[in-house]
Nanobody
Framework: VQLVESGGDSVQAGGSLRLSCVAS????????MGWFRQAPGKEREGVAA???????NYPNSVKGRFTISKDNAKNTLYLQMNSLKPEDTAMYYC?????????????????????WGQGTQVTVS
């Protein structure tokens, strides 16, 4: 399994970025996916998750600003981030695992996922 994130950058507050995560080594269309972030000195937190039926889950901190999507034909997961704030500054990671039977609620929790990418840095000033 390989997950490779890209798209991180330094932007001004109010700006937008789109992160990408290219997946390989597993049946992408049948796995649940998530985006997580970790700032220095803080715990890793979930920012978006999506299941195989397209159901999504976001924490209140990013709801309405971030959108997760996946392109099964390209084995790629995306995170569109709008109205960025300085507090969004962090290393962003994508993650993959088989889906829970109960729906997307557990997917916002880092402990749920086994497979992780190396991360891409987002800095908002």
């Amino acid at each position: 399994v390989q997950l490779v994130e890209s798209g991180g950058d330094s932007v001004q507050a109010g700006g937008s970025l789109r992160l990408s995560c290219v997946a390989s080594g597993f049946p992408f269309s049948t796995y649940c996916m998530g985006w997580f972030r970790q700032a220095p000195g803080k715990e890793r937190e979930g920012v978006a998750a999506i299941d195989t039926e397209g159901r999504t889950n976001y924490p209140n901190s990013v709801k309405g600003r971030f959108t997760i999507s996946k392109d099964n034909a390209k084995n790629t997961l995306y995170l569109q981030m709008n109205s960025l704030k300085p507090e969004d500054t962090a290393m962003y990671y994508c993650a993959a695992d088989s889906c829970p039977p109960t729906g997307p609620a557990p997917l916002i929790t880092p402990a749920y996922f086994f497979y992780w990418g190396q991360g891409t840095q987002v800095t908002v000033s």
